[in-house]
């Protein structure tokens, strides 16, 4: 059979298969298709098709090297292919790079300068660039400096790089309501409250992190943004693991009300930290051992693949916040290394945990 065929015929069952998974391993073969007929404008597409499925969990194992082939196949083949198709994930491995403690400081910044000469020859504004620095200083947990970042962006055009202007609201939001700013983060959301501007994650999350933040200062309004979080959660039935850091605060705000499903929430967020980037494991384990510190024993249905998971079903509440503790911990200890931030991550595992 032609190879095209048999690479057509593939994307056609990729596009029927439910699980992650199953789809990673058929683009796979369909890649491996491709360069044995050393066609790399298959081998593009489909790696770009690969990378675009990951972008959409919590993943990123297959995208760097899928990534790192389309910056060479583009750099070697000069003109051959538009940059503009691949500027967009290329903000998401930046993103993805910070997230993995493994990666340098140095790596970071190197791909960081690299997506921003690439948006500018392609006559891009900076406020793609600034948009994702914005989100590395909040890693760093400097606001001031990521404050600094949105005011950059919000001087720049909008194109078609730039976040969307839920997403980019909604840290406006979140760094107000980090900062302790509770009214003005109010204020500012109105447009996401009453969702004149959403997009697939939003205002999900920001009602999650309402909920959560409100919360934890004793504020009534915490249970209205629940209710939100929760009607958003259920007209939406199809999130994915991209919304984990989210879905942490709000199982953490069902578990502290009782909420009937917290422990269903709870079991299908564990099983999206199977092979997830390092910061997501850190904030699910963060948030996740800071309700189970109070022990018990809970019936739950787990995944196998979880170093935790126990046959008989019934599993020692301490025993899961003892390991999320040691988890959030080891990783707290790697990202405060890496980004030499001298103890910032650890204590705010501390904290959390008091």
């Known amino acids: 059979m ?3 065929l048999e690479i057509q015929k593939i994307l056609l069952k990729v596009e029927q298969m439910e699980k992650f998974s199953d789809k990673v391993v058929a683009l796979k073969e369909a890649i491996q298709l491709a360069d044995q007929h050393n066609d790399i404008d298959w081998g593009f597409d489909l790696r770009l098709d690969l990378i675009r499925k990951e972008r959409n969990t919590s993943k990123c194992e297959e995208s760097f090297p899928a990534f790192a082939w389309i910056l060479n196949a583009s750099d070697t083949n000069a003109d051959y292919f538009d940059e503009s198709d691949f500027l967009w994930e290329y903000k998401w491995m930046f993103c993805s ?5 493994s990666i340098s400081t140095e790596q970071i910044m190197q791909i960081g300068e690299d997506l921003k000469s690439r948006l500018v020859k392609n006559g891009y504004s900076l406020r793609a660039y600034y948009n994702v620095m914005t989100g590395y200083y909040l890693h760093l947990r400097d606001y001031a400096k990521a404050q600094e970042y949105i005011d950059l962006a919000d001087g720049e055009v909008i194109d078609d790089m730039t976040n969307c202007p839920a997403c980019e609201l909604d840290t406006k939001v979140e760094v107000l309501m980090d900062t302790g700013r509770v009214e003005e983060s109010l204020v500012k959301a109105k447009d996401l409250i009453s969702k004149k501007l959403t997009c697939y994650s939003m205002p999900f999350q920001t009602f999650c ?25 259920y007209a939406h039935d199809s999130y994915d693991s991209s919304v984990g850091y989210s879905m942490s605060q709000l199982i953490c705000y069902m578990y502290e009300k009782k909420h009937p499903d917290t422990w269903e929430f709870f079991s299908r967020v564990c099983e999206w930290q199977i092979g997830a980037e390092d910061i997501h494991v850190y904030n699910f384990s963060k948030y996740m051992a800071s309700m189970l510190k109070d022990g018990g024993t ?5 995944s196998s693949q979880l170093p935790y998971y126990r046959s008989d079903g019934t599993y020692d509440l301490f025993d899961l916040y003892t390991h999320f503790k040691q988890i959030a911990y080891n990783y707290a200890d790697q ?7 001298k103890g910032v991550y650890r204590k705010e595992v501390d904290e959390i945990l008091q």
Request: proline letters at 0%.
């Open 2 to 4: 032609n190879y095209n």
């Open 97 to 101: 790079a910070y997230r993995n403690a």
């Open 209 to 233: 992190h309402f909920a959560y933040k409100l919360n934890k200062i004793g504020d009534e309004r915490a249970e209205l943004y629940f209710d939100k979080a929760l009607e958003e959660y």
């Open 298 to 302: 809970q019936a739950l249905t787990l």
């Open 335 to 341: 990202f405060d290394q890496r980004n030499d931030l």
